[in-house]
């Protein structure tokens, strides 16, 4: 078990949480800054899912001096889904202004599209921060020159479609195994767009500027036309909903010619995860960074958010997740 250490900016608190697991601490930081013009904000499905890569590209953030801190704040969007769930969020979102108007942030570097849309919605109309530009991560990163090179990606690819015929006992000893990684086929990515980027397409043309030429396809709804993960309508409780909508995207990467599916989104990976559809689903990090997110441990960890702790009337016995309340200063 690994332990991840931030400071987050907006609440001015120090945050620790172990992976996995999860386990968390909060505690006061005495030499938070009163003021950060610029600040990576990943989301709370990239915590609760990926927190090493989040470490990782938070690293790569500072290196290139494109942020300088971070905040592990949720947008509030789940908000809506909990009981009295829009004054909540409401709430939520009038401090979440108020906050990074008295910080003086001027960016946020987001790498969730629902991070993107929620907090622009938010903004907008407001005088205090409606000038604040929220960036979408994928681009952020191709313009510091990143890109995702061919052999990380098939290693990435050749190793999970390995470890999925492992766990389904397709192999009779470590050497098939081990055999099926050097001989796996090239990967070909049909990319899933995400919904709340079907309007502005940032993260749709900045994963696609990332990933090697050749390496990608459309399938025939995509973009402006993509087709749901599923993720919502689970998120309402509509089950068979999300899984004809995360089958219909596997079938449609088949037709395309993929064997893979790449998504700039953490939470539609996840939810293309559960369901049993025709390819498997990356995010272009993984693919990037080489590092692989283990979905089969992460069943019950998309629980933990981050509020301020004057919202935390959510922690509802009827609520699925936990909200961890990092106190303003």
């Not at 907090?119 to 907008?124: N, P, S």
């Amino acid at each position: 078990m690994e332990t991840y250490e931030f400071d987050d900016v907006l609440a001015g608190t120090k945050v620790t949480c172990a992976f996995p697991g999860l386990d968390t601490t909060v505690a006061d930081n005495p030499n938070a800054p009163q003021t950060c013009e610029s600040l990576f904000f990943p989301g709370c499905s990239f915590l609760n899912y990926g927190l090493p890569l989040v470490q990782s590209v938070y690293e790569t953030l500072l290196q290139g001096q494109a942020v300088e801190g971070i905040s592990l704040l949720c947008c509030g969007k789940i908000l809506s889904y909990e009981p009295n769930g829009d004054q909540l969020r409401a709430d939520f979102e009038e401090q979440l202004r108020i906050r990074i108007a008295q910080m003086g942030v001027k960016r946020l570097v987001c790498a969730c599209p629902n991070c993107v849309k929620a907090l622009r919605d938010a903004f907008a109309g407001d005088e205090r921060v409606a000038e604040v530009e929220i960036v979408a991560l994928p681009q952020l990163l191709g313009e510091l020159g990143f890109t995702v090179q061919p052999r990380t990606a098939k290693e990435v690819f050749a190793r999970r479609e390995a470890e999925a015929r492992w766990y389904a006992n397709e192999f009779a000893s470590e050497e098939e195994f081990f055999a099926a990684i050097e001989n796996a086929l090239d990967p070909v990515f049909a990319v899933h767009d995400s919904c709340p980027d079907r309007e502005v397409g940032e993260f749709a043309d900045g994963l696609r500027a990332l990933m090697p030429e050749g390496m990608c396809v459309d399938p025939a709804h995509c973009r402006k036309k993509s087709v749901c993960c599923g993720s919502l309508p689970r998120a309402a409780g509509k089950f068979a909903a999300a899984d004809k909508a995360a089958k219909l995207n596997g079938a449609e990467a088949v037709e395309a010619g993929a064997n893979a599916l790449v998504a700039p989104c953490i939470s539609c990976c996840f939810q293309l995860q559960m369901t049993d559809i025709a390819v498997r689903p990356y995010h272009y990090l993984e693919l990037l960074y080489g590092w692989a997110i283990d979905w089969r441990a992460t069943g019950g960890l998309m629980k933990l958010r981050f509020l301020f702790d004057e919202n935390l009337g959510a922690d509802d016995q009827r609520s699925s997740r936990k909200f961890v309340g990092l106190a303003q200063k």
